[in-house]
Protein backbone atom coordinates (compact mmCIF):
# COMPACT_ATOMS: atom_id res chain seq x y z
CA UNK A 1 0.00 0.00 0.00
CA UNK A 2 0.84 3.55 -1.18
CA UNK A 3 1.85 5.90 1.63
CA UNK A 4 0.17 9.51 1.42
CA UNK A 5 2.48 11.99 1.18
CA UNK A 6 2.87 14.72 3.78
CA UNK A 7 0.32 17.72 3.04
CA UNK A 8 2.08 21.37 3.70
CA UNK A 9 0.29 24.63 3.89
CA UNK A 10 3.19 27.57 3.92
CA UNK A 11 2.46 31.02 4.71
CA UNK A 12 4.47 33.97 3.47
CA UNK A 13 4.47 37.68 3.25
CA UNK A 14 7.34 38.56 0.76
CA UNK A 15 8.74 37.67 -2.58
CA UNK A 16 8.53 33.93 -1.67
CA UNK A 17 12.18 32.46 -2.40
CA UNK A 18 12.00 29.76 0.32
CA UNK A 19 8.41 28.74 -1.07
CA UNK A 20 9.82 28.34 -4.54
CA UNK A 21 13.26 26.11 -2.97
CA UNK A 22 10.83 23.81 -1.84
CA UNK A 23 8.85 24.09 -4.61
CA UNK A 24 12.03 23.46 -6.93
CA UNK A 25 12.97 20.41 -4.45
CA UNK A 26 9.61 18.77 -4.71
CA UNK A 27 9.69 19.22 -8.58
CA UNK A 28 13.09 17.46 -8.39
CA UNK A 29 11.64 14.07 -6.74
CA UNK A 30 13.68 15.48 -3.45
CA UNK A 31 10.86 16.46 -0.88
CA UNK A 32 7.89 13.73 -1.04
CA UNK A 33 5.06 16.49 -0.26
CA UNK A 34 2.21 18.03 -1.82
CA UNK A 35 1.63 21.99 -1.28
CA UNK A 36 -2.27 22.08 -0.09
CA UNK A 37 -2.48 25.78 0.65
CA UNK A 38 -0.37 29.10 0.39
CA UNK A 39 -1.27 31.57 2.38
CA UNK A 40 -0.73 35.05 2.95
CA UNK A 41 -1.19 38.87 4.86
CA UNK A 42 0.04 40.73 1.97
CA UNK A 43 -2.33 40.93 -1.38
CA UNK A 44 0.90 41.36 -3.50
CA UNK A 45 3.01 38.76 -1.73
CA UNK A 46 5.39 37.23 -4.47
CA UNK A 47 4.54 34.24 -2.77
CA UNK A 48 1.11 33.56 -3.99
CA UNK A 49 2.28 34.76 -7.48
CA UNK A 50 4.54 31.45 -7.40
CA UNK A 51 1.96 29.57 -5.57
CA UNK A 52 -0.61 30.28 -8.57
CA UNK A 53 2.19 29.50 -10.90
CA UNK A 54 2.86 26.04 -9.30
CA UNK A 55 -1.24 25.11 -9.55
CA UNK A 56 -1.19 25.50 -5.57
CA UNK A 57 -4.44 27.20 -3.65
CA UNK A 58 -4.06 30.44 -2.47
CA UNK A 59 -5.49 32.61 -0.12
CA UNK A 60 -4.92 35.93 1.72
CA UNK A 61 -6.43 37.65 5.03
CA UNK A 62 -6.03 41.52 5.55
CA UNK A 63 -5.37 42.10 8.57
CA UNK A 64 -7.36 45.68 8.56
CA UNK A 65 -10.35 43.52 8.17
CA UNK A 66 -10.26 41.75 11.78
CA UNK A 67 -10.98 43.54 15.30
CA UNK A 68 -7.58 41.90 16.99
CA UNK A 69 -4.49 39.45 16.61
CA UNK A 70 -6.85 36.42 18.13
CA UNK A 71 -9.33 37.14 15.78
CA UNK A 72 -6.74 37.26 12.74
CA UNK A 73 -4.90 34.10 13.69
CA UNK A 74 -7.95 32.29 14.69
CA UNK A 75 -9.46 32.59 11.00
CA UNK A 76 -5.92 31.88 9.88
CA UNK A 77 -5.89 28.64 11.66
CA UNK A 78 -9.55 27.73 10.28
CA UNK A 79 -8.24 28.14 7.07
CA UNK A 80 -5.32 25.90 7.24
CA UNK A 81 -7.19 23.29 8.90
CA UNK A 82 -9.83 23.31 6.17
CA UNK A 83 -7.04 22.98 3.66
CA UNK A 84 -6.04 18.97 5.26
CA UNK A 85 -2.97 20.43 5.95
CA UNK A 86 -0.21 17.90 8.25
CA UNK A 87 2.21 20.67 8.59
CA UNK A 88 2.38 24.35 8.34
CA UNK A 89 6.04 26.06 7.03
CA UNK A 90 6.25 29.84 7.94
CA UNK A 91 8.42 31.13 4.86
CA UNK A 92 9.05 35.11 5.74
CA UNK A 93 5.88 34.80 7.16
CA UNK A 94 5.99 38.64 9.12
CA UNK A 95 3.54 38.24 11.49
CA UNK A 96 3.68 37.55 15.39
CA UNK A 97 1.11 34.29 15.92
CA UNK A 98 -1.31 34.22 18.81
CA UNK A 99 0.16 31.49 21.57
CA UNK A 100 -3.03 30.06 22.43
CA UNK A 101 -4.46 30.09 18.65
CA UNK A 102 -0.79 28.21 17.16
CA UNK A 103 -1.21 25.98 20.50
CA UNK A 104 -2.96 22.45 17.80
CA UNK A 105 0.06 22.96 15.61
CA UNK A 106 2.84 22.81 17.91
CA UNK A 107 5.23 20.05 16.53
CA UNK A 108 3.83 20.74 13.22
CA UNK A 109 4.22 23.73 12.39
CA UNK A 110 7.87 25.26 11.32
CA UNK A 111 10.17 28.64 10.94
CA UNK A 112 12.91 29.62 8.70
CA UNK A 113 14.78 32.06 10.72
CA UNK A 114 17.34 34.19 9.48
CA UNK A 115 20.24 34.20 12.16
CA UNK A 116 21.82 31.16 14.64
CA UNK A 117 19.18 31.08 17.04
CA UNK A 118 19.07 31.86 20.02
CA UNK A 119 20.71 34.92 18.50
CA UNK A 120 18.93 37.55 16.88
CA UNK A 121 15.31 37.06 17.79
CA UNK A 122 13.47 39.12 16.03
CA UNK A 123 13.96 41.46 12.87
CA UNK A 124 17.40 43.18 11.62
CA UNK A 125 19.44 40.09 12.18
CA UNK A 126 22.43 40.19 9.32
CA UNK A 127 22.49 44.02 10.64
CA UNK A 128 22.97 42.80 14.25
CA UNK A 129 25.56 40.52 13.42
CA UNK A 130 27.67 42.82 11.77
CA UNK A 131 27.39 45.54 14.02
CA UNK A 132 28.29 43.03 17.31
CA UNK A 133 31.91 42.25 14.99
CA UNK A 134 30.10 38.23 14.23
CA UNK A 135 32.63 36.27 12.67
CA UNK A 136 30.29 33.97 11.67
CA UNK A 137 26.41 34.15 10.91
CA UNK A 138 23.62 31.89 9.45
CA UNK A 139 19.93 30.25 9.56
CA UNK A 140 18.07 28.45 11.49
CA UNK A 141 14.75 25.88 11.09
CA UNK A 142 13.11 25.74 14.17
CA UNK A 143 9.43 24.52 15.49
CA UNK A 144 7.66 27.07 16.13
CA UNK A 145 5.92 27.37 19.99
CA UNK A 146 4.41 30.79 21.52
CA UNK A 147 7.47 32.15 22.09
CA UNK A 148 8.73 34.63 19.09
CA UNK A 149 11.73 32.88 17.38
CA UNK A 150 12.43 30.62 20.35
CA UNK A 151 10.97 27.51 19.83
CA UNK A 152 13.35 24.52 19.37
CA UNK A 153 16.19 24.82 16.94
CA UNK A 154 16.14 21.26 14.31
CA UNK A 155 18.77 22.64 12.08
CA UNK A 156 21.14 25.68 11.43
CA UNK A 157 23.58 26.55 8.27
CA UNK A 158 26.23 28.78 9.26
CA UNK A 159 28.24 30.97 6.83
CA UNK A 160 31.28 33.30 7.38
CA UNK A 161 31.16 36.64 7.77
CA UNK A 162 33.42 38.23 5.04
CA UNK A 163 35.51 41.65 5.72
CA UNK A 164 33.57 43.83 4.12
CA UNK A 165 30.62 42.30 3.81
CA UNK A 166 27.51 44.74 3.91
CA UNK A 167 23.68 43.84 4.93
CA UNK A 168 22.65 43.20 1.47
CA UNK A 169 25.32 41.24 0.32
CA UNK A 170 25.42 38.86 4.02
CA UNK A 171 21.22 37.95 3.66
CA UNK A 172 22.45 37.10 -0.16
CA UNK A 173 24.62 34.94 0.30
CA UNK A 174 22.50 33.76 3.14
CA UNK A 175 19.73 33.16 1.47
CA UNK A 176 21.00 30.50 -0.90
CA UNK A 177 21.92 28.01 2.16
CA UNK A 178 18.19 28.55 3.51
CA UNK A 179 17.30 27.67 0.10
CA UNK A 180 18.71 24.19 1.27
CA UNK A 181 18.39 24.62 4.92
CA UNK A 182 14.48 24.56 4.63
CA UNK A 183 14.13 21.71 2.20
CA UNK A 184 15.86 19.29 3.77
CA UNK A 185 14.33 19.61 7.10
CA UNK A 186 10.90 19.56 5.55
CA UNK A 187 12.35 16.21 3.94
CA UNK A 188 13.14 14.90 7.48
CA UNK A 189 9.35 15.65 8.47
CA UNK A 190 8.39 14.02 5.47
CA UNK A 191 10.14 11.15 6.11
CA UNK A 192 8.30 10.45 9.54
CA UNK A 193 12.27 11.00 10.98
CA UNK A 194 11.62 14.39 13.05
CA UNK A 195 9.62 15.09 16.02
CA UNK A 196 8.83 17.60 18.91
CA UNK A 197 9.73 15.83 22.33
CA UNK A 198 7.60 18.25 24.53
CA UNK A 199 8.49 20.59 25.64
CA UNK A 200 11.80 21.50 24.12
CA UNK A 201 13.86 18.43 22.36
CA UNK A 202 14.42 17.62 19.37
CA UNK A 203 14.06 14.20 18.42
CA UNK A 204 15.38 12.82 15.23
CA UNK A 205 14.55 9.17 14.79
CA UNK A 206 13.29 8.98 17.88
CA UNK A 207 16.23 9.93 19.19
CA UNK A 208 16.32 13.26 21.46
CA UNK A 209 19.18 15.83 19.72
CA UNK A 210 22.09 17.81 22.11
CA UNK A 211 22.44 19.90 19.48
CA UNK A 212 20.84 21.59 16.20
CA UNK A 213 21.57 19.76 13.05
CA UNK A 214 24.17 21.09 10.88
CA UNK A 215 23.97 21.90 7.20
CA UNK A 216 27.29 20.49 5.50
CA UNK A 217 27.52 20.08 1.71
CA UNK A 218 23.72 20.25 0.90
CA UNK A 219 23.30 17.53 3.77
CA UNK A 220 22.20 17.64 7.43
CA UNK A 221 24.61 15.94 9.82
CA UNK A 222 24.35 15.18 13.70
C1 LIG B 1 14.10 34.76 4.73
O1 LIG B 1 15.33 35.39 4.96
C2 LIG B 1 13.65 34.02 5.94
O2 LIG B 1 14.71 33.46 6.68
C3 LIG B 1 12.98 35.08 6.75
O3 LIG B 1 12.32 35.89 5.82
C4 LIG B 1 13.00 35.81 4.57
C5 LIG B 1 11.98 35.39 3.57
O4 LIG B 1 12.49 35.42 2.26
N1 LIG B 1 12.11 34.52 7.76
P1 LIG B 1 11.66 34.82 1.06
O5 LIG B 1 10.29 35.54 1.05
O6 LIG B 1 11.49 33.36 1.30
O7 LIG B 1 12.43 35.12 -0.17
Not at 56 to 77: G, M, Q, S, V, Y
Not at 157 to 170: C, F, H, S, V, Y
Not at 190 to 197: F, I, K, P, V
Request: proline share 6%.
Amino acid sequence: MATQRLRVAVLASGRGSNLQALIVARDAGQLPVDFALVGSDKANAGALQLAKDAGIPTFTLNPKDFANRRDFDLELFRQLDASGADVLVLAGFMRVIDGEALKPWVGRMINIHPSLLPKYRGLHTHRRALEAGDVEHGASVHYVTAELDGGPVIAQATIDIRPGDDELQLAQRLLSFEHQLLPAVLRLIAEGRLSLLPPDRVALDGEPQDAPLQLRNGRLVD
